[in-house]
């Protein structure tokens, strides 16, 4: 789940990193008085979980006196097409020099690595295109609860000790917040110290109830849906529907969709032993995606049987044509429950998925 970055900056603020003083407006809500308690100066800041915000017009520089112009402004575009519902008003910094620094997991060292260049800032991925040796980068064995010294100084070079130690703070976050992703940029120094001028934290999925968050507003409402029913459930961009059972065989469905040049709408894998009312849940949760043209449902019946999920299938009732492909245990009674319904049964998952491509075509 993405945090918007004044969650983050509470976040790493908790881990003593320096974060410049502000205070969070929603849409709706008047100004707080006395804006120049934070700063005669200040920046306004959309709070919207896209990147690059800067260029696209989302970071505005303002005065205390004329700060309410810049918040309207905002509260009436839309950065990079998202809405925006709440702006960040802070001190402006004085800022020296600008950092980056970013700590993600590195999946094939199954270690977090930390990246680090002295050039931060709204340029940073034109850097990292055009002049890659200058992001350093560290992997960081997970059982050490701070960064070893010897690797901050490789990361970090000549930039001064209260960068080195903001960013060996910013991995103790990464490691208790059970983060994917941990980001200042920039990272900046000033006179008065070294601040988080952004912040970015992506926090695991599958560790939110460990983490004390309750649910996980990223999710769709059909997300959360499949959530409550354990379905692994993506959605994706096509109008094919798609149902199988255990990850392997969906996913091979869904490189089956993109040989015949066909699109995904999604991806959900029932899981094991699915009986008729899990089969009927998936059906109906698939095809209530209005991109949804036609649905396959592709089960291998083992534990799972196959008149159950027939029945399933009938008992859905959805308006999209299902497509099915089913082979195992009562696979005759299957059949034959669907074929009196008049459902397009086909052998293999060539025709199945071509079957599929072409009514969409
Ligand atoms: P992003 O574009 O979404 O990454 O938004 P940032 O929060 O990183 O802001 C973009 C740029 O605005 C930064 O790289 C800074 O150059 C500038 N900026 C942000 N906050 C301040 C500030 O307090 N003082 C000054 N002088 N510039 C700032
Ligand atoms: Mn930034």
Sequence with gaps: MKLLEFEAKEVFGREGIRIPKGVVVRKGEDLPPHLEEIGDRVVVKAQVDVGGRGKAGGVLMADAGNASEAVQHLFNAHIKGVPVNSVLIEERLPIEHEYYVSIAIDRSKKEPVILFA???GVNIEETARTNPDAIRTVAVSPLFADVPAFLLRELTGTAPAGVRDAVNRLYRVFCKNDAL???????????NGVYAADAKLIIDDNSLARQGIAVNRDLTEREKEAEKHGFSYVELEGEIGVIGNG?????ATLDLIDHFKGRAANFLDVGGGA?????????????????VRVIIVNLLGGITRCDEVARGIIEAGVSQEVIVRLAGTNEEEGRRLLAEKGYRMLGSMDETVRAAVEATA
């Design 275 to 291: 009986d008729q009312e899990r089969v009927k849940h998936a059906v109906r949760l698939v095809a209530g995606m209005p991109s």
């Design 181 to 191: 992703l941990a980001e200042i940029n920039p990272l900046v120094t000033t006179p």
């Design 247 to 251: 990850a392997g065989l969906t996913m």
């Design 118 to 120: 002295d050039t931060g």
